[in-house]
């Protein structure tokens, strides 16, 4: 398929990172100091996603870099995190308008849209929305739109009415695995109700919203990662966790994706039950004795050994983008709690502890994130992921300057 080029596009179009920025409520000031470092922290990704384009064979991903041995790791486009690179270049490009970062980004989206047809993976939101989402947003066309489309119906084919969830996770027939996670991937399903007038999609996300509601959840509104369900019953088999320190801990970048999700959520429906609980969530995460000073989470809340646990520069950038817009929506107080975490954390991942001097890192933005600590896998390592909700983020910080 060919894929109408980016690179056409002949007058630029200023993306607000957030659809309900009509909405808001609460105005804040952004730091004329933030605001600069993050100018050149633009300047800096720019140059970085041109290293990173370089490890990159055709048709390849980039996934992690791994600064001991000096090792890039790659994927296809099957990868969850596929969409995190030309969604970064997009944002990217938005910003510095460098045509260059537009031509791989149309590039990698031609590789990527075979995957509005894969049915075995709930990650669709992230691989897809987070990359033709922003290309849409950037040059909306007819063909953007189809793809999202059939990438929404992909999703659908995962939902079970029996249990009110989307699966997450393919295994043996008698599990049916639901990961918090899966809150990021509702957004496609609004999108394609906005899109197309069937409800069917919005349904199917406020349905699976409202189960993770009442199984995922403590009463503390911290999330167990992995709920196992009878996928004939629907009943709750198992609460656990895969990629946390034990099933009863808050793995730390599940309690952000949590926080974004329903956030979300209440843009998307306005409905205030889902308002509170990414309250509750924010508070859960932001009163926690084990939330460092700097608010950039280790990788567990619960890891036995904070504070020499290693910290997870992508929940930081996740939760960072997410108070960026929960902070508009909620009472003031707690708003302008939201906005100054998140100002802290930008500051914190713009600094040489985290931010990699250009030309190092292997073209990766972010340093020191955690991908799955109990397999061993991408242990303190730059991530995809950690780099796409980073730029969202300091998009988002900048758009509270502009009168
Ligand atoms: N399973 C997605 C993540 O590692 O956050």
Not at 103 to 115: F, G
Not at 243 to 254: D, L, T
Not at 265 to 284: G, P, S, V, W
């Amino acid at each position: 398929m060919k894929l109408k080029s980016l690179t056409c596009i002949s007058a630029l179009f200023l993306i607000i990172s957030l659809p309900g920025i009509a909405q808001q409520k609460n105005k804040f000031t952004p730091q004329p100091g933030l605001l600069a470092t993050i100018k050149k922290n633009f300047a800096d990704a720019d140059a970085q996603y041109k290293v990173l384009a370089k490890n990159l064979k055709p048709g390849e991903f980039p996934k992690a870099y791994h600064p001991e041995t000096n090792k890039q790791e790659n994927s296809n486009s099957g990868w969850w995190c596929s969409g995190f690179y030309p969604g970064t270049l997009l944002n990217i490009y938005e910003e510095n308008h460098d045509k260059a970062l537009l031509t791989e980004a149309d590039i990698m989206l031609a590789t990527l849209a075979k995957e509005q047809y894969n049915t075995h993976t709930h990650d669709l939101g992230f691989m897809m929305y987070c990359s033709f989402g922003n290309a849409n947003k950037l040059n909306p066309s007819p063909e953007y739109k189809q793809i999202l489309l059939n990438s929404a119906k992909s999703l659908s084919t995962r939902f079970n009415p029996k249990t009110g969830t989307i699966k997450s996770w393919d295994s043996k027939p008698s599990d049916f695995l639901v990961i918090i996670d899966n809150m990021m991937n509702l957004e496609l399903l609004f999108w394609a109700t906005k899109e197309t007038g069937d409800s069917s999609f919005y349904k199917i996300a406020v349905t699976h919203a409202n189960t993770t509601i009442k199984n995922h959840y403590r009463p503390d509104y911290s999330s167990y990662h992995v709920i196992n369900y009878d996928a004939e019953t629907g009943a709750v088999k198992e609460k656990k966790t895969a990629q946390g320190f034990a099933n009863e801990s808050a793995w730390a970048r599940g309690q952000v994706w949590g926080l974004y999700g329903f956030t979300v959520m209440y843009r998307e429906t306005k409905d205030k039950k889902y308002l509170d609980q990414a309250n509750n969530i924010a508070k859960f995460v932001l009163n926690n004795p084990n939330l460092p000073a700097d608010k950039i989470p280790y990788w567990d809340f619960n890891a036995t050994n904070i504070p020499n646990a290693l910290r997870d520069a992508s929940a930081g950038a996740i939760m960072a983008s997410a108070l960026l817009e929960l902070c508009r929506y909620t009472n003031k107080t707690d708003g302008l709690r939201y906005f100054n975490t998140a100002q802290s954390i930008i500051r914190t991942l713009s600094s040489p502890a985290y931010k990699a001097e250009p030309g190092t890192n292997g073209g990766f933005i972010l340093q020191h994130s955690v991908g799955h600590f109990p397999a061993g896998t991408e242990i303190d390592v730059p991530l995809t992921y950690a780099d796409y909700y980073f730029v969202e983020a300091m998009k988002r910080y900048q758009a509270f300057a502009v009168k």
